[in-house]
Every structure is written in C-alpha cells, then in structure tokens.
C-alpha cells in the first residue's frame, strides 16, 4: 500500500490468545456463565453481523446511516475536522458518507483508526486511500477499552466518532471509563465527538431485531462457541444451543443468551477444563444497552462531556449525539 497508510499493532497473536483463555475461563466457570461479545467477531462472525444489518427486524444500521447520511453535510462543513478518530470502526463504511460530504474541501485529513482485526483495518484503508485522496491513514491495530493512549496528538480540529451502538455493548462502568477517555482524545474546544446510540422503544420491536425471522441472529449467537472451540480446543455442539433474546427493563438492555436443550458436558481441553451446562443455566453472550436522551446526556456529563446535539431520525429509533468537551 502506499506512505498513506501506516498500521501500529498493540496486541500480538500470542496476547489475543492468552486473553481469550482467561475470559473464557472466567466466564464460564463464574455462577452465571458469561462469554464476552467481542468474541462473536471472527470472520465467520463479521460475515454473519453483516448479515443481520440487512435483515428487515434489524433497523438500527438502515436508521443510523439515514441519520448519517442527512447529518454528514453539518457535521463535515461546520466541524470541518482534519483529524479524525474512529473507534471499532471495521471496514469504515460509514466514514464514507462523512468523507463524501467533505466535497469541496481537499485540505489533507489524517483519519486514525482504532480497531482489532487488521485484515479488516487494511482492507478498508486501501479503499478510502483509493476514493479519498486527501486522505491519510494512521491505524491502531488494539482493542478500544485497552489502547486508545496510542491514538497519536491531534494535528488540527478533531472528530472522534464511535457509531453504530457499539457503546451499547458496554456495561456503565466500562462505558465511563471509554468516554473518559474519549474526553482526552479531545484536545481544543473546537473538538467534537459523534455517537451513535440506540433508542428505548416498544420492547416489541427491540425484541424483534435479536429474533430475526431468518434465524441470522442466532447463528451469530452460536459462532460464539464456535469461536471458543477453536481457540481452548473446546468440544461445544453449538447447533444443540437455543438462541434466547429478550429486553431487560429495568436494566434498559437486550440480553442474549445461548440455552442447551438438554445438559451437557464440554471439554475445553487447552485449559484443562471440563464444565457441564444445563438448560436451567444460561451462557450470557450479550448485553445491548439501549438509551434514553436523559441518560445519555447525563452519561456524558459524567465524562466531562457535554451534548450539544441530538439527532433522531423521525421514529425516534435512534440518535447520533455530537458532543463537546464540557
Ligand atoms: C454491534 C453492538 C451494534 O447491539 O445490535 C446485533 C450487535 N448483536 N445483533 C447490537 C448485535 C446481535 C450489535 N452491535
């Protein structure tokens, strides 16, 4: 690829293993079984989440790119960030709809983005570096709750954006500690930062996107064992696993879980570990915290942060919050 990219790595191989080995012994030896759902993402899994974003149920990607898309020409002509930061960003997608309504403006834009998995990293760089040549590219190749001290100084007014409800998957004191440090990825008063939430609304149709009709979802919820298989030579047979997903009120999240229909033993061999799951025990996948204007807000306060504006398409499905330093 050409000088415009540049890929620094923070997690090796042998790291990312040794980590996988302690979550899912942890998790699945805790009294509620737990697997953390960072973990869904390996290829097969990327594959299937991109799936889910076309089912009909599943609106939160439709919504936010529509929000997007409609906010891009405000966000990118007021702000008129030369430097942006993007968290979990993936094959960056949605940075085009930012980018293409840069039109006009070629001042050079470093965009630094902070994400796990560097085939996906690489192969996004190489198609903004070929559409946008006012484009730089700097990737941090980490985990965002680990490695955001490695996003480089700003070198003019800042954008960070995290999109996509991806904070939702975070409990509050992780998300705290993220938008802490988001709050000092922010260094001027001009400096803003973009996310992505989304909405408390009928638990009908919040259930529905984690159930989706085509049974994508739960494939998705099964690669997760699939994923712990390969990786602490585990012996799962995760099609003998119900996919379960419903909305927790008073926690303002969907939770998903994986049920056995029946018990079982599991062998997970690289950890000299044998467990035994049992249809009265759930394994927790996930949580998809879902967001209020009023929490929000106050969540952000709570970091130092401040809303300045809220944007929710006409359903009030979902908000892309802009925020400033407080
Ligand atoms: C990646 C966190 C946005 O919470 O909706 C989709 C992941 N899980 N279906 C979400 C997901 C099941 C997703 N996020």
Known sequence: MTMRYRAYAYTTEADRRQRLEDDVRRGLTASQKTLPSKYFYDAIGSKLFEEITRVPEYYLTRTETKLLETLAPEV???????DIVELGAGSSTKTRLLLDARD??????????VDVDEPTVEAGAARLLADYPFLDVHAVVGDFERHLEHVPSPVGRRL???LGSTIGNLDPPARQQLLAQVRSLLRAPQDRFLLGL???KDKVLL??????????TRAFNRNILEVVNRGVDGDFRP?????VAFFNEAESRIEMHL??????DVKLRRLGLDIRVSPEESIWTESCYKFTRGRAQAMLVGAGLRLERWHVDPDAYFAVAV???A
């Open 160 to 162: 960070v954006l995290f």
């Open 239 to 243: 099609e003998a696993f119900r996919h």
């Open 259 to 264: 049920v056995p229909e029946s018990a079982q």
């Open 76 to 82: 990118m002509l007021e702000l008129a960030p030369v």
């Open 198 to 200: 989304d909405l408390v």
């Open 207 to 216: 259930e529905a996107a984690y159930n989706d009709a085509s049974g994508v």
């Open 104 to 113: 006009g403006l070629r001042d050079p834009v470093r965009y630094v983005t």
């Open 323 to 325: 925020a400033a330093p």
